[in-house]
């Protein structure tokens, strides 16, 4: 019995095949633990021999038990190391890095270009005070700019609080906050209740700018956007300037920045069609205008001594004429590969 389960010990090469070995040999039902329970029926003087052996009998089978299991155990493990090894010297894939967002780009550059004048970047929150949206800045409850702008409102209602349709309230803002005079810039996210295709979000980026000073004129305003849109696109853009109505400024104008694919030459020549100003020559950039006092008196400010100028460009749209994008989702849905092929190019 002993050699039988010796050999099924040394013939398992596994666990689970020793396991087997175990029962069969060692187990409750083993002929060894038969043989032992037979001890008790055999006479007093036979007990004792027969019992002294039976011990050492189980005794060897349970060592040799637990050396196979040591040796088999060893073995897997070995064969696991083996299996898993790695070779720490073999070169790996470079990790990829993010890349700065091409919006993130523009903004910077842009506020860069009025930094470089001066002037400071103001911030307001992109849930804001109906009252800071619409009626600081001259849209009164029943105008309907209110329902022109896709406003998206907040629950409950009465919070009185609107996700901002444009960057004008921190106009407001900075009047209410600043000493004047006020020179600032406000780059942020701006919400309308939109389509989402390739030409319009309804989550995208405007950068307002206002000037309250003693003296100011649409002179000023002229100058200053073209300054800033040179200053992007280089010396030789030119800017058309299309009378147009906004209830905070007066007089308004909608400023166009001439295609600078095919500087107007598109126009009205089939054979030629250009594919970033839909051959039109000119892409809409964004409003602007003389503030109107209504503002400055709303925000605390004396409109017999100061006047001020007020612009908004859309950030996007920019960004999508410069760098010929035709597809504005690819700016929100998070391919850092979309982003990488931009760097440098914002
Ligand atoms: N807030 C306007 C818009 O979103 C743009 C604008 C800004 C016009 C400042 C005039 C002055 O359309």
Redesign the pocket.
Known sequence: MVAEALQAFTAATTVAELKQARIAHSGDRSPLALANREIGALPPEAKREVGKRMGQARGRVSQALKAREAEISAAELEQRLAAERVDVTLPTELVGHGAIHPITGLIDLMSDIFVAMGWEIAEGPELEAEWLNFDALNIPRDHPARTMQDTLFVDPPESNRVLR????PVQARSLLDRELPVYVVCPGRVFRADEYDATHLPVFN?I?GMAVDKGITFGHLRGTLEHFARSLFGPDMVLRWRPSY?P??EP?AEVDLQCFVCHGSSVGDPDNPCRTCKSEGWIEW????VMNPRVLEACGVDSSIYSGF???MGVDRTLMFRNNLSDLRDTVQGDVRFSRSLVGGA
């Open positions: 349709t444009h960057t004008s405007q307002e906004f905070f400024t308004s964004g409003g602007c205008g007020a612009f908004g």
